[in-house]
Nanobody, 118 residues
Framework: QVQLQESGPGLVKPSQTLSLTCTVSGGSITTSYYAWSWIRQPPGKGLEWMGV???????YYSPSLKSRTSISRDTSKNQFSLQLSSVTPEDTAVYYCARVRSPSMDYWGKGTLVTVSS
């Protein structure tokens, strides 16, 4: 059973960088043909896909967030991370990590609320 767990600060100040880590258990992030994604959901709004890192380390980002988003990984810890720079209150959301088994996301973390506020 694959499990994903998000971790990171719950409060970030405007203009700073939001950093979250997803720890994966029950499966390796380097297993072929799987990818690992970040998704967010602002309060009262729908899910927004942010980006993905594939099993080979290649990355793809949402065009609307590409200039501010970076996804990386630490294979020794079986973790992948999200960095979102220059945050504003509009970046307040529940952030989820998920495994991608194309074309769907079959395992999700429980999500973590990040609030952007001074």
């Amino acid at each position: 059973q694959v499990q994903l767990q998000e971790s990171g600060p719950g409060l970030v100040k405007p203009s700073q960088t939001l950093s979250l880590t997803c720890t994966v258990s029950g499966g390796s992030i380097t297993t072929s043909y799987y990818a690992w994604s970040w998704i967010r959901q602002p309060p009262g709004k729908g899910l927004e896909w942010m980006g993905v890192i594939a099993y080979d380390g290649s990355t793809y980002y949402s065009p609307s967030l590409k200039s501010r988003t970076s996804i990386s990984r630490d294979t020794s810890k079986n973790q992948f991370s999200l960095q979102l720079s220059s945050v504003t209150p509009e970046d307040t959301a529940v952030y989820y990590c998920a495994r991608v088994r194309s074309p769907s996301m079959d395992y999700w973390g429980k999500g973590t609320l990040v609030t952007v506020s001074s």
